[in-house]
């Protein structure tokens, strides 16, 4: 059998059952092993016992990226010789060469502090692994998310409503504190730091406040200070979008009088029609009948300066007769 021929089928081809056909002597060959694990990590696979039992091979066979398959890499280690499998130290070599194969390791090292901390040092991925008794160790958490904060969408609530974890995320990474606990959404010290400038956030990251609390977003004297932190907020495209749906959300609630107010805000960012339709009906709700139509008008008058289609023109207007005839 010709190796090169060999080696180029290992480069070309996702599924390597064809190695089963391999001659016995080239299952012990070293240097074609070598070769075959850096173009696919599973190669590893159709190798004798003294090649598995290699330690340079098997580290080598985590290395590869075999982005042709989708294949991860750290799935190779379980070809690795069982002597290998069972031996500390060189688990805990392997998972500085790729710190994902902690997936893949047998319970004793799982449940391996050291082994946990260098993983996730590797690789904070790790952290989506662990069993629930790790995942809530503050030193473990913290560990993980200052590497990346999104890990934090992994973690439990403890940890989700730990201020000290919550803090070291969103200063890295400011969206991260959409995965935090209501309480610490509603906390107004980390409501400032989504929207301070730091070395990650030259210019802070305004955005980040759509995850907020109403709380803090509804509060007339917090939001101003946020916007005197940092004045883009008011530049946000999408910002109405936040308090419509505060809005929607207090209108299910039939707390009407929150919804206007919280609707109101939502016009003031952007003059959409909808928002003073939803007025109306929360007035109507109220039995405010008066009101009702005068925010109803307003919404009839912006839909036709705005060229908006027919129905919802004509939806408005209804709306007007019905009020006034309410009124009679």
Do not use: W
């Not at 000290?164 to 400011?174: D, F, R, S, T």
């Amino acid at each position: 059998m010709n190796i090169d021929s060999l080696l180029e089928k290992i480069k070309k081809n996702t599924d390597l059952s064809f190695l089963e056909d391999m001659p016995i002597e080239l299952r012990s060959d070293y240097q074609f092993f070598m070769k075959a694990v850096q173009l696919h990590g599973g190669s590893l696979q159709y190798a004798s016992e003294k090649i598995k039992n290699d330690k340079i091979i098997a580290l080598e066979a985590i290395k590869v990226n075999d982005v042709k398959s989708g294949l991860a890499n750290e799935t190779s280690i379980l070809y690795a010789s069982e002597t290998l499998l069972t031996d500390r130290s060189f688990i805990l070599e392997a998972i500085a060469v790729n710190g994902k194969i902690y997936k893949f390791l047998k319970n004793e090292f799982k449940n391996d502090i050291e082994i946990i901390n260098k993983s996730i040092e590797n690789n904070p991925t790790v952290y989506e692994y662990l069993d629930n008794i790790y995942k809530s160790n503050s030193d473990i958490a913290k560990k993980a998310i200052s590497l990346n904060p999104y890990k934090l969408s992994y973690a439990p609530d403890e940890i989700k409503n730990n201020k000290e974890i919550i803090i070291c995320a969103v200063q890295k990474y400011p969206d991260s504190i959409q995965y935090a606990s209501d309480s610490l959404k509603s906390d107004f010290e980390i409501a400032k730091l989504l929207v301070m400038p730091n070395e990650n956030h030259p210019y802070g990251k305004p955005r980040a406040i759509q995850y907020l609390s109403s709380s803090i977003l509804l509060d007339d004297l917090m939001f101003s200070k946020l916007i005197e932190i940092n004045p883009k907020i008011l530049q946000i495209n999408d910002l109405y979008e936040v308090f419509q749906k505060f809005a929607d959300q207090f209108f299910l609630n039939e707390d009407y009088k929150r919804a206007i107010e919280t609707y109101q805000i939502a016009f003031k960012l952007k003059e959409v029609g909808l928002f003073l339709f939803n007025i109306a009906i929360c007035y109507e709700k109220l039995d405010d009948i008066e009101n009702a139509i005068l925010n109803m008008n307003q919404c009839h008058e912006l839909r036709i300066k705005n060229n908006s289609t027919k129905a919802s023109i004509n939806e408005a207007a209804k709306k007007i007769k019905q009020y006034q005839k309410a009124l009679k």
